[in-house]
């Protein structure tokens, strides 16, 4: 199977500081896997706070995550503190993808990357919206 292979831009515009506790670490004593994506899924809560919104609430619409890809680059262990950078990118009709890194703060080494597929949604209609065109500013402008 080939290996995926993930860009994302030098520059994103948002980050946020996570510490790895204990309760990350899997058998290998190293960062787990699924314990990595939300990690990511807090950074992208906190961006999304950083905007005034939430996952149910941007311009009035939800996100779904619609697929996810990521490169697992190097080990992570107890004790480090991850910068997580996140932004917007490929934006369609209906949503955009969120591209993220991963780094170790004291050495800045990169530990993963990768990209969240986001489809806005109407709860209340149960079905996908546009991207809000608010969003879509705010998001260009950051």
């Known amino acids: 199977m080939a290996r995926i292979k993930i ?3 030098e520059s994103l515009p948002f980050s946020a500081e996570l510490p790895l506790y204990i309760g990350h670490m899997n058998h290998g004593n190293h960062l787990d896997n699924a314990r ?3 990690l990511v899924s807090e950074a992208r809560v906190r961006w999304l706070k950083s905007m005034g919104y939430g996952e149910l609430d941007v311009e009035g619409l939800g996100i779904i995550i619609a697929d996810a890809a990521l490169q697992y680059l190097s080990e992570a262990f107890h004790g480090e503190t991850m910068v997580v950078e996140i932004g917007a990118d490929d934006f369609n009709k209906y949503g955009c993808d969120v591209v993220w890194r991963m780094r170790d703060k004291a050495s800045g080494r990169e530990v993963a ?3 969240n597929g986001i489809v ?3 709860y209340g209609a149960r079905k996908i919206a546009p991207a809000p065109e ?3 500013r705010r998001v260009a402008g950051a």
């Open 7 to 9: 860009e994302v831009p």
């Open 36 to 38: 990595l994506l939300s």
């Open 113 to 115: 990357r990768g990209k």
């Open 120 to 122: 806005f949604f109407d």
């Open 134 to 136: 608010g969003f879509r």
